[in-house]
């Protein structure tokens, strides 16, 4: 376990780390590497939630200290020849769509990955970027269209700021003894300066307080509706990630909530409804994402009533 994530903090991130993080609070660290993130059934916490069709190799890892560090080390610039090579790398199956514009959506799919290595710039303008977070806001899907997702996109310095915080937040850690100073310095500290390098941070929350009317109103799914709410901003992180990646930039998805939440919430005076759940980080990359493994696609996918 990280020991930055040990709930021995002050009183009161003390209670807001009981539950947290959940048994999967080893691929929420950023200290992982995806590349290093054991496949292996055994440890299927710590397995990629990718939904790729194609399976390529099974390498079983089980070692967790293996997992570090995290930053890559070849350059990668995202380009066309990028986005085929993954692909040829990942064996696609030759089907022919309909539409060309499918096969342009899962290039896209396969070419996002977690990228740690960022610069502060960025391939194209702000104005593009916010089309894409709000593109993303508006249409993703919610449960009864219930619209609970509630996002906040920060470039340059205001970006900078989410990172300040997280750095502070861990700095309390240290000194309240919950964090050993070494770990926090050899490890947790250049990993959110690493963070901090980068152009801007999506952060994504959900208003569980717009469910209450639905939840009255469907009482049989009341405890459904929180779920579907993460699931929901689930998707616009995917779809933000993936679109950002499709326009030349690196990312990664980062969880540092409940320790930061009071001081975002205060730094852009947010409704105290939005419950912060995940950091999106992206700049230029200045590093290639690692190797992936995959499990094998059999064991993860059924077809029945295929026709030949
Ligand atoms: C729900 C979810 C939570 C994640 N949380 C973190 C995180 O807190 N820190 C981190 O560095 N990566 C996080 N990741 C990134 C995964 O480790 C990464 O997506 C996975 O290893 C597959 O690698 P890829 O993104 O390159 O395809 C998360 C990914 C998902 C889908």
């Given amino acids: 376990m990280d020991p930055q994530?040990?709930?021995?903090g002050p009183s009161h991130t003390r209670r807001a780390l009981a539950h947290w993080p959940p048994a999967d609070e080893d691929?929420?660290?950023?200290?992982?590497?995806?590349?290093?993130v054991p496949i292996r059934r055994l440890h299927i916490k710590v397995a990629p939630?990718?939904?790729?069709?194609?399976?390529?190799?099974?390498?079983?890892?089980?070692?967790?200290?293996?997992?570090l560090p995290l930053i890559p080390s070849s350059p990668h610039p995202p380009s066309t020849t990028s986005l085929e090579a993954s692909t040829a790398t990942m064996g696609s199956t030759n089907v022919e769509f309909k539409n060309p514009a499918t096969a342009t959506i899962l290039e896209a799919v396969k070419a996002r990955r977690t990228?740690?290595?960022?610069?502060?710039?960025?391939?194209?303008?702000d104005e593009v970027i916010e089309s894409i977070v709000r593109d993303a806001v508006l249409h993703v899907p919610s449960s009864f269209n219930t619209q609970t997702s509630r996002?906040?996109?920060?470039?340059?310095?205001?970006?900078?700021?989410?990172?300040?915080?997280?750095?502070?937040?861990?700095?309390?850690?240290?000194?309240?003894?919950?964090?050993?100073?070494?770990?926090?310095?050899?490890?947790?500290?250049?990993?959110?300066?690493?963070?901090?390098?980068?152009?801007?941070?999506?952060l994504f929350f959900v208003d569980y307080d717009a469910l209450k009317d639905i939840?009255?109103?469907?009482a049989l799914y009341a405890d459904k509706f929180d779920p579907f709410a993460l699931e929901s901003n689930a998707m616009s992180q995917y779809l933000v990630w993936t679109a950002l990646t499709s326009e030349g930039f690196g990312a990664n998805l980062q969880h540092y909530s409940p320790l930061i939440d009071e001081q975002i919430q205060q730094t852009w005076n947010l409704p105290a409804s939005w419950k912060l759940d995940a950091q999106l980080v992206f700049g230029t990359p200045t590093a290639a994402a690692g190797e992936k493994a995959f499990a094998p696609i059999d064991d993860r996918f059924k077809v029945f009533g295929k026709s030949a």
């Fill in 5 to 8: 994530r040990l709930p021995m």
């Fill in 27 to 36: 691929i929420s660290s950023a200290e992982l590497q995806p590349a290093q």
């Fill in 49 to 67: 939630p990718e939904g790729t069709s194609i399976s390529v190799s099974h390498s079983i890892h089980s070692d967790l200290a293996n997992r």
């Fill in 115 to 125: 990228v740690y290595g960022l610069k502060p710039e960025s391939p194209v303008s």
């Fill in 151 to 202: 996002v906040v996109l920060l470039l340059k310095d205001e970006h900078k700021k989410v990172w300040d915080i997280a750095l502070q937040a861990m700095e309390g850690l240290v000194a309240a003894g919950a964090l050993p100073k070494e770990a926090y310095e050899s490890s947790t500290k250049p990993k959110l300066e690493g963070f901090r390098a980068g152009y801007g941070t999506v």
């Fill in 215 to 218: 939840k009255e109103k469907f």
